[in-house]
């Protein structure tokens, strides 16, 4: 789990290499920058000192987790207990979470086609089964390259939700579960629970032991990556999340005249990354309309203004990002 630095409820995350960035104004500057990472001690320091450092360079002290057999409850015991404690341990009330979204339409291993949103999502956490509702502020696009046409019937936030279990819930007699590591986050010894079935499946838990908490979640449908993140009071909300969808098409001679290419199939992908940049709790402050979400992503009509976009400061690209580039 890469850093996730913020000030109150504002955030970033990190690329692979540890940079960040983040956009506060001079009203953040007695606030206070916490750094946390899975497996990491966490790291606080005033943003006006971080702000005067000679090199903005911190170093984080690994914290490494040596848990006792005796203590530890079976895997299976240990992930029930994590998903009935799911109310008490995540933001369960209605909240706003401001977010990226980046969509990277793929074919053979090469981008064609890239969508970027700037929106806020009104949620009530993973007891309920998708969010309520989802409001585009601002999005941008690239030429269309695309060869092979690919749509999504739906918002591809709406699939967000459908694959993440904290929401669809388990079988758990579908996996045969065990405890694969040990590791901390924010001063908490954390377990890393893994099932695994046929044709290779599996789903991975990063459960920790002081309130059964999910820090993250990696499952091999969509390669996705689920990343919760704990609030002020202590309360999970996501703040990270990356899935790739992978496809075959076949080519018509047209097609494959255009590609330059003999074989009759091509290899697609839909490649997604979100960040959760905003966390709001605040009834009064709380304002999200409804878009219409029948409709793909890429040929959504949406607000955009080159200002807003100029003044916005966008994480740095990740390993995920990078890897969509790669020919």
Do not use: C
Not at 40 to 60: A, P, Q, T
Not at 210 to 237: C, M, P, Q, T, W
């Amino acid at each position: 789990m890469p850093p996730f630095p913020y000030p109150q409820n504002k955030g970033s995350s990190t690329n692979e290499e540890g940079n960040f960035k983040l956009s506060i104004t001079s009203n953040y500057l007695s606030e206070t920058l916490i750094i946390s990472s899975i497996g990491y001690k966490s790291f606080s320091i005033k943003i006006e000192d971080f702000i005067n450092l000679k090199e903005n360079v911190i170093v984080l002290e690994e914290d490494i987790a040596e848990l006792s057999e005796i203590t530890v409850l079976s895997p299976i015991a240990h992930l029930k207990k994590a998903f009935k404690n799911i109310k008490k341990t995540t933001i369960n009330k209605p909240h706003q979470l401001n977010v990226l979204y980046r969509r990277f339409s793929v074919e053979d291993n090469k981008a064609r086609f890239f969508v970027e949103q700037y929106l806020k999502m009104l949620d009530k956490g993973p007891n309920a089964e998708t969010f309520n509702k989802l409001e585009v502020l601002q999005g941008r696009k690239s030429v269309d390259y695309r060869i092979v046409s690919m749509k999504q019937k739906l918002h591809a936030m709406v699939f967000m939700t459908r694959y993440n279990t904290l929401r669809t819930g388990i079988n758990f007699k579908k996996y045969t579960w065990s405890k694969i590591g040990d590791t901390t986050y924010d001063g908490e010894d954390v377990i890393i629970i893994e099932g695994s079935r046929y044709k290779g499946d599996y789903l991975r838990f990063y459960i920790g032991l002081d309130n059964y908490g999910i820090f993250k979640i990696e499952n091999s449908v969509l390669n996705s990556v689920y990343i919760y993140k704990k609030n002020r009071a202590g309360k999970l909300y996501l703040s990270y999340h990356n899935r790739e969808w992978k496809s075959k098409r076949k080519l018509s001679e047209y097609q494959k005249k255009i590609l330059g290419k003999n074989n009759s199939k091509i290899d697609l992908s839909y490649r997604h990354e979100m960040f959760v940049l905003g966390l709001e709790m605040d009834k009064k402050k709380i304002k999200v309309k409804n878009n219409n979400l029948d409709i793909d992503i890429g040929d959504m009509d949406v607000p955009y203004s080159i200002g807003f976009w100029n003044n916005f400061t966008a994480p740095p690209a990740t390993k995920f990002t990078k890897r969509v580039f790669v020919s």
